[in-house]
C-alpha cells in the first residue's frame, strides 16, 4: 500500500475491552482521520437480530431470515459535537448506548462468527478506506480488511483488567454492571473470537505488540504517537 497525501491506514486489533477505541479514536482525532469502530457494527447488527426476534430461546440465530435482512441494515456513523466522536446509527437511529448493553455484548460474538454478515461488514470497511487518513479497530482488520495496511498494531491485557476497565466504563455510564458476570463474558469472547472459522482474532506477522495490562491511558497514546512516526519516516 502507498500513502495517499501522505495519509496511511491504521489497523488496530487486539482483544476485547482492551482500550484499542479510546487510543484509536484519540489517535484518529489529533491526526484528523476517520475514526472507524467495526466491533460498533457487529454490535449493530446483533441489535438488529434482537430486535426482529431472530434469536430462539436457545440462543440459536433465524440465519435465514438475517441473511435476507443484511441488505436492509444499513450501518453509519456520525459525529457527535458534543463528545467530539462518532456515533454510531442502525438504518437512521443512533443506537450508541444500546449496542453496548450486556444484552448485545453477550449476542455478538456468534453474529460476529457468520461468514456472510462478515463478508457484507468487510466490503463495506475496505470501502471506508480506500481514500485512507483512516484509523480502524476491530479482530481482523491488519489480517482480512486492510492486509496492506501502513501500520498494524495488536493490543492485548489481561482479562481480568479487561473487565475491570468495561465495568468502569458501564459505572460511568450509569448503566448495570456486575464484575463477575463481565468478567466471564471477556473470557466466553476472547474464547469464540480466537476460535472461529471464519477471520479469528490473531495477530498479524507484521503487527506491533502492544500490551497495555500495566499502562496508563498517556503512556498508550505516547507509545503509538512514536510508532505513527516511524511509520511516516520510513515510508519517507
Ligand atoms: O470490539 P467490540 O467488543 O465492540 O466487538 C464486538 C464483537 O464483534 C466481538 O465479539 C468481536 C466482534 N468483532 C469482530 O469479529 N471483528 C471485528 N472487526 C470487530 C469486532
Redesign the pocket.
Known sequence: MEAKNNRIVIAI?GF??CG??TMAKDLAKDLGYIYV???????SVTLYALRHGMFAADNTIDTEALQKAMPEINISFRLNTGTGRPDTFLNGECVEKEIRSMEV?SH??P???LPFV?QA?VRQ?QEMGKEKGIVM?????GTV?FPDAELKIFVTASAEVRAQRRYDELKQKGMAADFNEILKNVEE?DY??TH?ET?P?KQADDALVLDNSNMTIPEQKEWLKQKFEETMEKLG
Open positions: 486489533d476485547s475491552s484499542k477505541s469502530d467495526t466491533g460498533a457494527m457487529y454490535r455484548s455478538v460474538s453474529i460476529a462468527a462478515r461488514l470497511q479497530d476491530g479482530r481482523d482488520i480488511v469472547r469464540i473470537d472461529r477471520s482474532l
